[in-house]
């Protein structure tokens, strides 16, 4: 049984930082992608940051510039560097896994910016 686990999420004023994490737990076979997804209240799920199994990422342009995603390919573990938080960056951030057969979610870490 895989199960993803995030966490780091919190409270943060505006300009903090926060690193969250998503851990994984069971055997995960041919990743092709590690996602951050976050849904805010009244709104849609959106992605936020990719890192391809090569290695390429992609951001939403929202997040460019401040949001680093990266990974620990030993651990099937993916990382969100969350710098300069904005109050608009509150919501729910979901971690999200892509194989070749299955794609997996977790259960998502509350992040929250006040102003």
């Known amino acids: 049984q895989v199960q993803l686990v995030e966490s780091g999420g919190g409270l943060v004023q505006a300009g903090g930082s926060l690193r969250l994490s998503c851990a994984t737990s069971?055997?995960?076979?041919?990743?092709?992608?590690m996602d951050w997804y976050r849904q805010a209240p009244g709104k849609q799920r959106e992605l936020v940051a990719r890192i391809w199994s090569g290695g390429s990422t992609y951001y939403a342009d929202s997040v460019k510039g401040r949001f680093t995603i990266s990974r620990d390919n030993a651990k099937n573990t993916v990382y969100l560097q969350m710098n300069s938080l904005k109050p608009d960056d509150t919501a729910v951030y979901y971690c999200?896994?892509?194989?070749?057969?299955?794609?997996?979610w977790g259960q998502g870490t509350q992040v929250t910016v006040s102003s």
């Open positions: 999200h896994i892509s194989t070749l057969r299955y794609a997996y």
């Open positions: 069971g055997s995960i076979f041919s990743i092709t992608a």
